[in-house]
């Protein structure tokens, strides 16, 4: 009796287990049969078709020298066909490998593609489960690149917008219509902080309606998500900011040497400097994007080296004019530096033009960093 019962047990258990799989195959095989791969509305269903979709991102990368943005995401679509209805006992069936070539699925693309890693097999990193109302529910990994329409004016203060737009190709608005599906972000704002390229920080995301007209072909079905991402310009502080700020205060000490004592030094320290930010500017190209029209750190990097060249050019006047009163002095058989302070470029003069560009000098550099950070920061 025990034997018996614990025979019927595991007859039980497998019916449980392996009943529903060998139900479910005979589902499928039935179902596709006498299945003809076209568009749903051929067989009489209600036009346009919709298809529900939602993204799932796993990972976004920003190219900023080229202009494009690369994505890692799940492309999940739901719409229905009354050929799969079948009976609710069955439940959820999965279809795999080649099942899937052999139904009829939206040709959903992103739009302003440059490059794609998705497999050419459809069957290939896609889920697709039928349920027994006759809903398709595919879920497909996708790894793009988009195209970016980026904006520097800012940079590297700047906000950019990551669009990811999704439509047809194939079929107009009167065949197929997308609309999300809730929710229509799989994902956090938080969550997909750690997920972009380091160097950028998500605020927002929206969603849009980003139906388009060709001339060719007519109207196209799309959906658009924007992802609104700010850098993170403390790097570029540390990193560009605080270097060439300390080397242009370091040239304002060439106002504190006595260009009558110092005469080489007065000129070769803002000389030196001004080499070294060229030289410095020069190797930040490979991280600032280049663009046809100014932006914020090219304004500081101008104003940078044009304040150095300044102090340059004051030092080389004050040290030149200091000269000649000495050899006027010394033709004369004067003083070497009159006590008297008639010679407008004497020690007194000297100091005088040394004093007032020492406070011009600092002033403008404060207000001019001051008025960068508040207008783009």
Known sequence: MERLTFTFILFALFRCVYGEKISTSETVHNLLKDYA????????????????????????????????????????????????????????????????????????????????????????????????????????????????????????FDTQRLKIS????????????????????????????????????????????????TSETGIHSCLELTIIARRNYEPFIIRIFSPICTLVLVSFFSFFLDPHKFQTARVLLPAMLLIAITFFTNDLRSIIPETNYVKAIDIWLGTCVATVFAVLVQSIIVVGQSKKAELKVCGSAEPLIPKNGSNLFSNNSCSSIDYFSKVAFLLFFFIFSVSLFVLYA
């Open 166 to 213: 999704v439509f047809s190709p194939s079929y107009t608005i009167d065949e197929i219509e997308f609309k999300w599906h809730e929710p229509a972000f799989l994902f956090e704002v938080e969550d997909l902080n750690g997920k972009l390229a380091p160097g950028f920080t998500v605020t927002d995301f929206t969603k849009r309606d980003c139906t388009f007209m």
């Open 37 to 156: 791969k076209s568009l749903p509305a051929s067989t009489g269903e209600q036009l346009p078709l919709e298809i529900e979709i939602n993204l799932a991102l796993s990972h976004v990368s920003v190219n900023d020298a080229s202009n494009n943005f690369e994505l890692q995401c799940f492309l999940r679509q739901y719409w229905r066909e009354s050929r799969f209805v079948f009976d609710e006992k069955s439940g959820t069936a999965q279809l795999r490998g080649e099942q899937i070539h052999r139904i009829w699925r939206p040709d959903t693309e992103f739009l302003r593609e440059k490059w794609t890693g998705s497999s050419s097999s459809p069957g290939d990193r896609t889920l697709l489960q039928l349920r027994h109302d006759g809903e398709l529910r595919q879920s497909q990994l996708h790894r793009v690149t988009l195209a970016g329409d980026f904006h520097f004016e800012k940079f590297p």
